[in-house]
């Protein structure tokens, strides 16, 4: 049986990533330092190998705040230079998984870098789509 994860479920772990990563950089933390932060439901350490992890909730969890993943992300990062590779207007705010496929060992291809006006809209969050002209 293989477990998938609720759209809401996926937005929890994105909204808790990029969470992590504002509380990182106003503490001058880099990614792979460890740093643990509580949750109702999940708990967080980088401190723990996330490949270790049996739950596969709490492993996608800590596998967002991995080096592995924050590698992954840097990657994606540059190849976009600095932009959304969605509409090429706004500057990327998130890395998207355009498949969970090979999620753990995403290829950079799997992934885009995406700004949040095409985030919450490829979410089905929000109706506009910056993609198409005004
Ligand atoms: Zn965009
Ligand atoms: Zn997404």
Redesign the pocket.
């Known amino acids: 049986m293989s477990y998938q994860f609720s759209l809401e479920e ?2 929890e772990l ?1 909204e808790l990533q990029s969470m992590l990563d504002a509380e990182r950089k106003r503490h001058g933390i880099v990614p792979g330092v460890p740093f643990e932060l509580e949750r109702p439901s999940i708990s967080i350490s980088d401190t723990v190998d996330w490949r270790r992890i049996k739950d596969d909730k709490e492993k996608y969890a800590a596998y967002l705040c991995s080096r592995e993943w924050s590698e992954k992300k840097e990657a994606v990062r540059r190849r976009s230079d600095g932009k959304c590779e969605r509409c090429r207007r706004n500057p990327l705010d ?1 890395v ?2 355009l498949t969970y496929i090979r999620k753990y060992s995403e290829r950079l291809s799997d992934l885009q870098a ?1 700004c949040n006006q095409c ?1 919450e809209f ?2 089905g969050k929000s109706d506009y789509d910056p993609r198409v002209q005004p």
Request: charged residues 10%.
């Open positions: 996926l937005d994105y998130a998207h998984h995406i985030h490829t979410h």
